[in-house]
């Protein structure tokens, strides 16, 4: 059985272009693992990112390897066929070093699977000396990584593109001068806290209090308390874009090109916003120049950014790579910040479809949430996208955010159905009905947010808010996409546990992903981690990190929102009055 899958393998290097294979000779070698499939993760700008900056080093070979597919999985679980690199199909077990980059909490027990599979022992203290060091990167390891302090020899906290190369380039180093395994893991270990973005669990001890919630942190044997995210100071230096194009991604054969790092807006539930901070937007020049080689693969090119159209010269790069032949894509835009220049550059490269996010179905949770967008915009917006023929239109809703209401939940019916009266009266065209999508997600309480102290909605709320909305918008004949609670639930408890939460990730393994079970056997109560308003002055598993906004404004913000402090002024209010 073992060909069907390096035959698989081979020929996902066949459809690809940019694939980078080296000699492994006197290399340090690194398997770079997505924890969800192929196409998840080659649809990932920050993992093409990383495979790139490690290979750049000559020192260093990188190779992919990903969760296998499902119905590949019996085939290793009944052969004993360990997980394999894409490149080279050899065993994880022959690297040097597994990192895991990770961009979504429901992955944590693929991780764990992954090294289950590949017969690495899934905890440091069991793992022999020529067994791989394992270590994770991505969003959830700095938004708080304590759920998989017990698995991890260290984490990135930061942007990647400087410290993966560094840190791997480290261990390379001393292994050179330092024969004895153990001596060397050793020394490693004492020279890697010294690098900025490096978090190494063992080093702290966190104790609890009796109500299970963080008593204080101790740091031993040097390690910076806090320790600090890394963060790139010029942006320009690094060309973030995507290194290999294959049809089978969520883009398809697209170029991602990465336009900055962080968003100003300051969306009260929005973790990217936060912990990207501070904003840094890439120069015009330096953007031509990767889209350039990015266009040597293709002319589509994918803008990506935490808020694309927030671009302070967005007219002025669609004009620079339509020049240049591109057709150009952006993941979602701001209804207040689409120009016609905009829309015109998007319809002209062949865009199918534009995503907007009020968020919220009311101008009042707008506010408490604090996106400013009025509903008059948000029209104006619409009319505009409508009147320029771009055939598709998504709207994104969130429900069960702190404060909703019934009244809410009517609002997005509300809008759903003036945005649909407003396609229809531009186009005069009924086929175009059909065109209108609304995405729903839960809310739920993510680190670093105004909203972190805020519990998350029960999961049979939000399948009756889910049930109401696909009813009433079916009437009308707009198509209702959303996620699942249960889901939504699982991810608030990874995104905000603690160490303790790793027990329920090992019950989850041991039990084949049965997490009904997990949950039963697991002695601790859920509800604690998302179904509970905190008290102010509650100490969080993340707080001996610092990732770039600070404790005491979301303090306020929190406050803010929930009518404790006057609300700001906002900009679109102020406008109208
Ligand atoms: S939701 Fe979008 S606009 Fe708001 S802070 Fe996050 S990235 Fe920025």
């Known amino acids: 059985m073992h060909w069907q899958l390096t035959d698989k393998a081979r020929k996902r290097l066949q459809g690809e272009t940019g694939t980078v294979v080296k000699d492994w000779g006197g290399r340090l070698s690194v398997a770079l693992v997505f924890p969800n499939s192929y196409y998840v ?40 066929v360990p997980v394999l690199s894409l490149e080279s199909q050899r065993p994880l077990r022959e690297f040097d070093c597994v990192a895991f980059s990770a961009t979504y909490e429901n992955d944590y027990l693929h991780m764990l699977q992954i090294l289950a599979l590949s017969k690495i022992p899934v905890r440091p203290r069991e793992r022999a000396e020529g067994d791989p060091l394992v270590s994770m990167g991505g969003v959830c390891a700095w938004s708080n990584p304590e759920p998989l302090a017990a698995f991890m020899d260290w984490f990135f906290l930061g942007e990647g593109e400087e410290s993966g190369p560094e840190v791997f380039g480290l261990w390379r180093e001393v292994r050179e001068a330092e024969r004895d395994p153990i001596a060397a893991r050793a020394a490693f270990f004492r020279a890697l806290v010294r690098i900025e973005g490096v978090y190494v669990p063992h080093l702290y001890e966190v104790r609890y209090q009796e109500d299970g919630t963080v008593a204080d942190v101790v740091a031993r044997d040097g390690a910076p308390l806090p320790v600090r995210k890394r963060r790139l100071a010029r942006p320009d230096d690094h060309d973030t874009i995507s290194v290999i194009r294959t049809e089978d ?58 808020c694309v159209s927030d671009y302070p010269w967005i007219d002025e790069l669609i004009a620079g790579l339509r020049a240049k ?140 808010k889910i049930r109401q909305l696909t009813r009433e918008l079916r009437k009308v004949g707009i198509h209702v996409t959303h996620d699942v609670p249960k889901w939504a639930r699982l991810q608030g408890i990874l995104a905000r546990g603690n160490r303790h939460v790793g027990e329920l990730l090992l019950l989850a393994l041991d039990h084949k992903g049965d997490w009904r079970r997990a949950f039963r056997e697991w002695p601790r109560n859920p509800d604690f981690y998302v179904c509970r308003e905190r008290p102010l002055g509650e100490r969080f598993p993340w707080d001996h990190f610092e990732v770039g906004t600070k404790r005491e404004r979301l303090e306020i913000e929190y406050q803010r929102a929930m009518g404790l402090l006057p609300e700001r002024t906002i900009a679109w209010k102020a406008a109208l009055a």
């Open 41 to 80: 993760g080659m649809s990932n700008l920050g993992f093409q990112t990383i495979y790139g900056a490690l290979n750049r080093r000559p020192e260093i070979v990188c190779e992919r390897a990903f969760l296998p597919d499902p119905e590949d999985l019996p085939v290793h679980e009944r052969s004993g």
């Open 249 to 306: 991604t969520e883009f398809g054969p697209m170029g991602l090109v990465e336009v900055g790092k962080g968003c100003g807006r300051g969306c009260r539930f929005c973790m990217e916003g936060e912990i990207y901070r501070p904003v840094r937007h890439r120069h015009l020049p330096a953007i031509l120049r990767a889209a350039d080689a990015a266009l040597e693969q293709g002319r589509r090119i994918g803008l990506v950014g935490a």
């Open 325 to 464: 032949g591109a057709d150009i894509s952006l993941s979602s835009v701001r209804a207040d910040s689409l120009s016609p220049g905009l829309v015109r550059g998007l319809l002209d490269s062949g865009t199918q479809t534009l995503t907007i996010a009020p968020e919220a179905g009311t101008e009042r949770l707008r506010t408490v949430i604090h996106k400013s967008l009025n509903d008059a915009r948000l029209f104006e917006a619409v009319d505009l996208i409508a009147a320029s023929g771009v055939p598709r239109v998504k709207l994104y809703f969130m429900i069960g955010q702190p404060t909703e209401t019934a009244e809410d939940i009517e609002g997005i019916i509300h809008v759903a159905k003036t945005v649909r009266h407003r396609i229809l009266k531009a186009r005069r065209d009924p086929s175009s009905l059909a065109e209108l999508t609304v995405g729903v997600s839960s809310f739920v309480p993510k680190p670093w947010t105004a909203f972190q102290w805020c519990a998350m909605a029960d999961v049979k709320s939000l399948e009756g």
